[in-house]
């Protein structure tokens, strides 16, 4: 057949419209998808993951001439082509069968196109029935070496179910390559609803710190890959409700296990994983989960904010407690002037706990809270210089709000903290940079 197909296949044929298909843009994409350069992933995890890819796109490029050489083949061999017939001339297949066919369309009769697909369709499933299941068992393989091969699949079926439509929608090969993409498409959702279960499923140590879920980290992976493979491809939407599908896994699960954590605060599980999904969604620049990445830039600075306030009552507890007392008498309605008539918080009382806090004693309680977040914190996400410059700040603030009481309360006594705020910012400094 192929040493002499060359009257068989002519310019009207599926093979000649499959090869103008191939040589189009629709190429180009296809192929990129095998350009290692364009993968985000590790060039490790891409080399093992191409190698399948390479094969499987071997396997269909080299499926379809196959096949639609055969049925062109078939076609014409056994004069089973539908023919534009010019009034009052005679097509082949009609000079073979003695006019009957033109006398059956002048009677209104039309030609039996749909009977003559059948035939070619009857033929080529006898010739080649193995096809769709060996596809499948190829399929499955992929599966089974990594269930990720289900994206390159669902892009590559596709692509190739697409040029064969455009080439014949009734042909063997569409009819079988679009009855494989349906596995193929099971395969991905599965890949999906696995993912999300095992987020459910996760089990934290109760003895060291959580740090960055796996189920976070593998989700950067999956993104990072889906992307450089989704590119420009035809089944974009479906990545699309995958991602949404995903996310909202992580997120309210990086949430249940926040609060079932014992070793690490709650506020430091969502801090360091919302600030690496933001960071993650940020890098990959996934159009449908803008809102996601806010969502999860706001759950990153509220905990940061909350475990900053939380961990700093702490070095200055005592004068916590009094300033406490103080801003609850004015709000019984004492002036704030004569605060310092009240015996528990007279100018007295209030040195005795200003006393307690000298510039040293500040200094010790800065650096146990700088040990208490080290330990607290992963070292992957690098937030202890964000953590520690967001208490610095909170210090001041609060520094700033009791001298700022001091004046009001206490006006004209003389009454000073131990310590300034130049002190504040060179303690935190020379903590961190000792550690």
Known sequence: LHGSSGKLTGSTSSLNKLSVQSSGNRRSQSSSLLDMGNMSASDLDVADRTKFDKIFEQVLSELEPLCLAEQDFISKFFKLQQHQSMPGTMTEAEDLDGGTLSRQHNAGVPPPVSSEKDMIRQMMIKIFRCIEPELNNLIALGDKIDS??????????????????????????????????????????????NQIRQMEEVKISKKSKVGILPFVAEFEEFAGLAESIFKNA???????????????????????????????????????????????????????????????????????????????????????????????????????????????????????????????????????????????????????????????????RQYKHFEGLIARCYPGSGVTMEFTIQDILDYCSSIAQSH
């Open 148 to 193: 990720f091969n289900s994206l390159y699949m669902l892009v590559k079926m596709s692509h190739h179910v697409w040029t064969a439509q455009n080439v014949d929608p009734a042909s063997f090969l569409s009819t079988t390559l679009g009855n494989v993409l349906v596995t193929v498409k099971r395969n991905f959702d599965k890949c999906i609803s």
């Open 234 to 396: 035809e089944r974009r939407g479906d990545l699309d409700k995958a991602y949404t599908k995903l996310i909202r896994g992580v997120f309210v699960n990086v949430e249940k296990v926040a609060n079932e954590s014992q070793k690490t605060p709650r506020d430091v599980v969502m801090m360091e994983n919302f600030h690496h999904i933001f960071a993650t969604l940020s890098r990959l620049k996934i159009s449908c989960l803008e809102a996601e990445k806010k969502e999860a830039k706001q759950k990153y600075t509220d905990h940061l904010q909350s475990y900053v306030i939380y961990s700093l009552g702490q070095p200055l507890e005592k004068l916590n407690h009094f300033f406490e007392g103080v801003e609850a008498r004015v709000a019984q309605g004492i002036r704030e002037e004569e605060v310092s008539y009240q015996l528990a918080f007279n100018k007295q009382e209030l040195r005795k706990v200003i006393k307690e806090y000298p510039g040293k004693e500040v200094k010790k309680g800065l650096d146990n809270l700088y040990k208490k977040v080290d330990k607290h914190l992963c070292e992957e996400e690098n937030l202890l210089q964000v953590v520690w410059h967001s208490m610095q700040d909170e210090f001041i």
